[in-house]
């Protein structure tokens, strides 16, 4: 009764410039990510209203052996997250719980290892590669699309980085994470300016 959002939200997207200006020229449109590893599932992720987070992704990526990011860039967009997993609600975490249970009584009925979240480096400290996380998303989200319920985007928060300050409850880089999952939610796109 209460699930729908009020308004549009402002997301940005780390990207290669090259590939933007296509994106805005309409002679190509966002690819969607479908790692194993991806932090919300399969979808087309954006930082919510964090421009400055996004530009660092960009540039963090850009740096990796095998990056499609050549130039750092980052594109804006108006997104109405539609029918939204949102993992900031009780309603969506306790059901991604459900899931987990299911998928763990899967793979103790067939003796199979549970997915792991990890590191990409033993020197980071976040683990960044959600294997688990993404699978037990991926079953919620199909548990209830068997139960005639699609989501069009998943929303949550990520505690990132090293601490803000000592014994801080926050870190360097919290953000709310957006995976688009129907392009359709996004409404518009833009180049972001800078305050002026």
């Not at 449109?29 to 992704?57: C, H, M, T, V």
């Not at 998928?103 to 990409?120: D, I, Q």
């Not at 989501?151 to 709310?176: C, M, Q, T």
Request: with cysteine; hydrophobic share 35%; charged share 25%.
């Amino acid at each position: 009764m209460y699930k729908t959002k009020t308004s549009f939200v402002y997301g940005f997207h780390g990207i290669d410039e090259e590939v933007a200006y296509q994106i805005l020229n309409n002679k190509t449109q966002f690819l969607p990510s479908s790692n194993k590893y991806d932090w919300l599932g399969s979808g087309i992720y954006f930082w919510e209203n964090n421009l400055s987070r996004a530009k660092q992704y960009a540039v963090q990526d850009s740096k990796r052996k095998n990056s499609k990011i050549k130039t750092p860039f980052v594109l804006g967009a108006i997104l109405d997250l539609g029918n939204c997993f949102d993992l900031l609600e009780q309603e969506n975490l306790d059901f991604l719980a459900y899931a987990f249970e299911e998928l763990e009584y899967t793979a103790k009925a067939e003796n199979m290892p549970l997915p792991e979240n990890k590191s990409f480096h033993s020197e980071d400290f976040d683990l960044k590669k959600r294997e688990l996380d993404c699978t037990v998303i991926r079953l919620a989200l199909q548990i209830a699309k068997q139960n005639g319920v699609i989501f069009d985007s998943v929303r949550a928060v990520f505690w990132e980085g090293r601490e803000l300050y000592p014994n801080a409850g926050f870190k360097k880089h919290n953000h709310i994470q957006i995976a688009i999952r129907n392009p359709n939610c996004i409404k518009g796109i833009f180049l972001p300016r800078e305050k002026g």
